[in-house]
């Protein structure tokens, strides 16, 4: 039963007795582990020219892509963004842009 609590030994050639039931995940933390921004369509560009810095856009990711480091937003962690645009939609300085594919 462990092995079937730990998702970093279960992937697409697991067999289905050792998959949990539900697929339900039972260890936290397990997503930095995985570049789950991989299937995204758009993403979110940053014109650091009209950045602030206000950071806005760093609460309302849904993915904790925006890191901030000593009170300043970093660039896009994009191996776990998945292009929601949310952060886009909230910068008052249009400083985020969505492209699309990139």
């Not at 970093?8 to 949990?20: G, L, Q, R, V």
């Not at 014109?47 to 806005?56: F, G, I, P, R």
Request: hydrophobic letters at 25%.
């Amino acid at each position: 039963m462990a092995e079937r609590t730990d998702i970093s030994k279960i992937n697409e050639h697991s067999p289905y007795c050792d998959i949990t039931p539900g697929n339900q995940i039972y260890g936290g933390g397990g997503s930095k582990e995985f570049n789950t921004g991989e299937w995204r369509t758009q993403t979110p560009v940053l014109d650091w020219s009209k950045c602030v810095q206000c950071l806005m856009c760093a609460p309302v990711c849904p993915d904790s892509s925006i890191p901030v480091k000593d009170g300043k937003r970093l660039d896009f962690d994009y191996d776990h963004c998945k292009g929601c645009g949310i952060c886009a939609k909230v910068c008052s300085f249009k400083a985020i842009s969505m492209k699309e594919g990139i």
